[in-house]
Structures are given as structure tokens and as C-alpha cells.
DNA sequence: GATAATTTCAAACATTTGTTTAATTTTGTG
DNA sequence: CACAAAATTAAACAAATGTTTGAAATTATC
């Protein structure tokens, strides 16, 4: 399918009312005129509305995945230092595309669309094994336990991440912020990088 | 709102498809044949679709209230030895309550029903401030750090937890466990908990 | 600039949705 | 048993939904 500006147009506010009313929340008239266009132009462009949710995704995911296995084959790095910057992107990224990853949880929860769940399927295993071998690399250079749970140490580090986002607000009023949002952000992103480092430490036993 | 077994009988179901299909996507239809009930009888019992929700929410929410204030006040448990308790008892409430836990992460993004987010934001600053005093106290007594983030500390444990649950068949898949799901369930579950504690002791700088 | 292809549009379409109705059955009460 | 209250039902209702249609407007092509 080929992806024009109009159709990034249109999955950008899809993408914004998935977020904040879920698919079936979301109908195609609130999508259509929030992009500017005619009711219409969703079946036009992709199809259905299923379609330009799977269009979606093969957009946003396609974005995703080159960086990872680049830094994990880079020999330049050490294994810590390839799993800072792998916090530092992953946390930078979720902040980033917040509509995006609320989305992909609620498709997680909520298995309805094929084309999506396999999409998300392929990308968290591929995930995992990448991560495995960058494991496999640090213990056999000696600054890695052993027996380190690759898909619970990713369980974590998302599963913070993702708390962080849907908490953000409780997170400000908690600890009695008056910043305004960016500058928030900024912050809360910091702290959350620096929390998952000593985390990740311990998960895998690396003494810095 | 009184509260009979027919009503209990339709919200187990409600849970269940509210998990499996989200708010919007499980038809009051589908809820009603799965409770074996008259399409009417869900107006009849609840008023709406939407306060049948709300049902849920009081109905589910008032079960998991208790038992974390009467934990932090036992004075003859160590900080940490709570805190082990604390993850022990959310680890396996999720675990349980499956559906339920799903619900909440949905209901989190989709910032919609006024009476549950009222519910959820309530929850979380009380179990916020109990875990706050449990920090405080395990500072006096010189066995945590100073400077611990309270907030994200709970974002690891539901976060973690969370993604668990949600990747349940891809860590089956990923680690080739064969077994069968009641005892693999019991499995992650401890895998879990001990995953948890060393990230705890992390955190809270807790050297047992 | 004429013709063809593409894009846009308002309107209509068929379903599906949550809810209500009004009749019927069941249950409780004296 | 008789009567009232409560529970259950099938049918109907209005509104909302995703999708299609066919005409009009715009753009591209020669």
C-alpha cells in the first residue's frame, strides 16, 4: 500500500482519537473531521477503518524496529552501555509517541485485530532475542550474572515505562510539581532513565 | 446500589468480556446471553450499560482496599519483610484477577467514564501515601536509601506485573515451557516475586 | 483545452447499538 | 387461594455506526 501525505494526515488524528477513546470508542466521523476530510475519504484511503488501523501500525512499527539490532551488534559498546542507551531510546521513544504505545497496549489487551496482534507478536520476540544475545554477550564477558530472565527484565522495563505515561499527572500531583508540561516531561523521562539503570543493574547483576 | 447474586452472575460475565473485547467492543447482547439473562434485564438491574461498569468498579475496587493499610500499620514486621508481603499479595491479586486488571489498564488509557477514573485516581494516592509512610519508616530505621521515588517504584510493580500478564504466552513461547497453564501460571507467578525482590532491593538500596 | 483519471462530497444504506415498552410469568405475602 | 410486587420476556425504538453510492469537482495527461 502506498502512503501518501493525505493518509498520514488522516492516521495521525486516528491515531490521536484511538488513543483517547480506544478503536470501537473512536468512530470514523469523530476521525474525519478532526483530519479535515470527508467521511468518506477513510474507506477511500485504506479500505475500512480495521484497514487504516492495521495501516497504522505498519507505519508506526516500521519506524521502530532498525535502531535496535544495530546497537546490539555495534562492538564498540560495552554490554552495560549498550543497555543504558537501550533505556535512554526506549524511554525517549515512548514518551515521544505516547498516542502510539497507548494504542498498543489496549491491542494487547483487547485481541480482536489478527494483522495487529501478529505484528506485535513478531516485534516482541525479535525483540526478546536481540536482547538475549546482548545478555549472552555481557556474561560471557564476566559483567553479567547468570540465569537472568531476559523476558521479565522486558516485562519491567516496558511495563515502568508505560505506568510512568498513564500515571504522568498522579505522578505530578504526587510529588507536588508545578512545571509546566514539557519541562515536565523532560524531567519525568530523566528520572525514569536514571530509576531504570538501577534497576538493570541489579536485574543482571552489573557492578559500575 | 444493592447488590444480589443475579447481579454478581452478570458482572463475572461482564468482567469477562469487558476484558476480552474493552467497553466499547462487548455488546450489552453479548454480555447478556453469556450471563444466560434477557437483553432487558441489563437496564432493569443496573440502569445502563455504563453503570454496570461502574457496578463492576465499586464491586471489584471494595474487595482490594484492606488488607495493604493494615500491612503498613503491623508493627511487628520489618519495612522489607512488608514490602515482600506487598509484592507477594499484588503479584498473585493480578494473577487471580486477570479480567478485572485488564479492565483497569484499558479503563487508564480511555479516559471516559468519569465515576471509574474518580475510583482508579482515588485508589492510587491512597495506596501512594500508604507506601510513602512504609519508605519513611524503613528510612528511620536506617535500612533504605534516602531519596526513594515512591511513585515509579509502584509503577515497576504494576508495570512489571502488568506486562507479565500481558505476555504470559510469549514467555511460554520464549523459555519452551510445555507445561500446562494452571501450573505455568503458578510458575510465572513465582518467577515473578523473586524477579520483584531483587529489583526492590535495588530500589530501596536494602541490603538483607 | 479536451479527455480521462482521481479525489471529494452529500446523501443514502443496512446493521448494530443501548434502551424502553408493555405484556407475561414468577415470586412473595396476607 | 388471591392479590400485589418483582422478575422476565419478545418486540419495538431511536440513535449511531461503518460503508457505499453516484454525482460533482479537481487534477493529470496528451
Redesign the pocket.
Known amino acids: 500500500m502506498v502512503i501518501?501525505e493525505?493518509h498520514r494526515q488522516i492516521l495521525q488524528k486516528a491515531e490521536e482519537l484511538f488513543a483517547s477513546r480506544g478503536f470501537?470508542?473512536?468512530?470514523?466521523?469523530?476521525i474525519a473531521e478532526a483530519a479535515g476530510?470527508?467521511?468518506?475519504?477513510?474507506?477511500?484511503?485504506f479500505?475500512?477503518?480495521?484497514?487504516?488501523m492495521e495501516a497504522l501500525f505498519s507505519e508506526r512499527m516500521s519506524a521502530m524496529k532498525i535502531r535496535v539490532e544495530t546497537l546490539i551488534k555495534n562492538e564498540a559498546l560495552a554490554p552495560f552501555q549498550k543497555v543504558e542507551i537501550l533505556i535512554d531510546e526506549y524511554v525517549n521513544k515512548v514518551m515521544e509517541k505516547q498516542s502510539f504505545y497507548k494504542i498498543m497496549l489496549c491491542e494487547q489487551v483487547i485481541n480482536k485485530n489478527s494483522v495487529v496482534l501478529k505484528a506485535l507478536s513478531e516485534l516482541k520476540l525479535s525483540y526478546a532475542n536481540l536482547i538475549q544475545e546482548l545478555i549472552k554477550e555481557g556474561q560471557a564477558k564476566k559483567v553479567f550474572k547468570k540465569n537472568i530472565d531476559v523476558m521479565l527484565m522486558l516485562n519491567t522495563m516496558t511495563g515502568t515505562t508505560t505506568q510512568a505515561i498513564l500515571n504522568k499527572d498522579y505522578y505530578k500531583a504526587f510529588n507536588n510539581l508545578k512545571m509546566k508540561t514539557p519541562e515536565f516531561e523532560v524531567l519525568l523521562v530523566d528520572k525514569l532513565r536514571i530509576h531504570l539503570k538501577v534497576v538493570f543493574k541489579a536485574i543482571l547483576g552489573y557492578e559500575g
Open positions: 501518501t493525505k470501537d470508542g473512536a468512530t470514523v466521523r469523530d476530510v470527508n467521511l468518506a475519504m477513510i474507506s477511500y484511503y479500505g475500512s477503518k480495521e484497514k487504516m
